[in-house]
């Protein structure tokens, strides 16, 4: 299930806003195409992250994906937990397996909520 | 006997084929004017004997290694080849430029890129090195796109004591992806740390190239300008001659994040100037950015050792646009060289060649010291070659070491136009007390 407090992009991003920082991850249904995760790329803290443009490296061990920003800003946290354990996008995309944390300076207009992005995966699936 | 690749009818029926009448029909869309409309001048065809005279009288033009005595260096270093070297590497099984893609027949080759990489970590006190470059400014410039792609930056410092025609290699590279290169001075025969610490502004400097030995001999300490590149969050890449590394500290030890060198010095001939070796080696941190190919060992689904392309930028096939590097070609033959030659070897023998080199030249510098007219206008501590002033021009002085057999130093002032009068000078070990004397002699006059 996608969590309906965070917000989704159709590169399968998602963002939870809270008190002016977004947390970003993939979601399940991107780490379950992509497969099992063997490396992350993350941005150095203190960089900045544009909206739409590509700010790390996502390695499985079927594809190399690049992750998309849903917002602009400073990167003020990223999860070097994963450097360790880049599973955790596999085992909780949601939660354990966040990517970075971000002081936000816009968000992108077009992202999806929830049930707009399970229609949006599942047209994705039959395409 | 005929090389010609087709017969006259074979031609025909592929004209026939394709559609056309002629072999000059192929060239319809070239516009007339542009055309020579006329066969090619060239000579009849020679029999193989006379041809191969053409070619010997040609190749006896050339003036090889034994028929003079060697003191240049700048870049391309006359050292002992160990005869084994030769031998092992005649083994036709080895003779690919290529890095073989097929672990099911190639196990040998890998195991060899394999070794050579661990001996160039060691030797570089770094992680990781890839399979080898062409050449030395191949590897570095190669470097600096790894940096530019792990900052995501622009800007590039690097000093005017890198080999100048590194320097050329990074501008042809870099110029037109619109990256900033900035230049750091010499003081006193070293790069300017100053310069560095006043240019190093608002982390936008990607990485710090510094090279030692430098262009002039002198042994720079990479680890001042790693500290400060490193509080930028930039990188330092420490290039070096890996022959200096048995008696001198590793870029590894001394804070560099990528270290690269021209591996000529380890049992490759100087033959003309090339194929040379370029060496490139990295921490951890850096290792999914290192360009080229990376070999790895593993075991098969029976436990068994077998080595295989690894790590395999994903970049280079997967998302080519998006790689810091496309560069795939490697140099293996010279790179089996470079490994025989360093386990030949062993760290104390590097180590002992590394001390000659250091005594024969510190000699030689001492005698020229006693010559009218010469002078030494850095101090820095120095390996194996040294800059040398002189009141007598450059070109008559190395003229008539020449006419005495001996290729003299290269005249710097074509490099540096401050540094008119200034003689770079080469001693290794190959060179005897008596050779050494023998050019003092001589460039004195006597």
Redesign the interface.
Known sequence: MNPKNLKYTKKHEWLLEKEGRGIVGITDFAQKSLGDVV?V?LP?VG?KVSIGESFGVV?SVK??S?LYSPCSGIVRLVNENLYAAPELINDDPYDAGWLIEVEIEEVAQELLTAKDYKFFTLEEQEG | MSFLPHTRDEEIAMLEVIGVSSPEDLFRDIPEKLRLNRALDLPAGLTEKAAWDVVESLAQKNKNRGQYLCFRGAGAYEHYQPKAVHHLLSRSEFYTAYTPYQPEVSQGTLQAIFEYQTSICELMGMDAANASHYDGATALTEAALMALDATRRKKIAVSTLVHPEYRETLQTYLLRRGIELIWLSAQDGLTSLSQLEKVLTHNEVAAVIVQSPNFFGSIENFTPFAELIHQQGGLLIAATDPLSLGVLASPGELGADIAVGEGQSLGLPLSFGGPYLGLMACKEKYVRRLPGRIVGKTVDRLGREGFVLTLQAREQHIRREKAGSNICSNQALCALAATIYLALMGPQGLAQVGQHCLEKSHYASRLLAQLPGVSFPFSAPFFQEFVVKTQEAPAAINQRLWNAGILGGLDLGQYYPELENHILLCVTEMRSQAEIEELVRVWGGA
């Open positions: 490396f790329e150095e960089s390695e594809a190399v690049d």
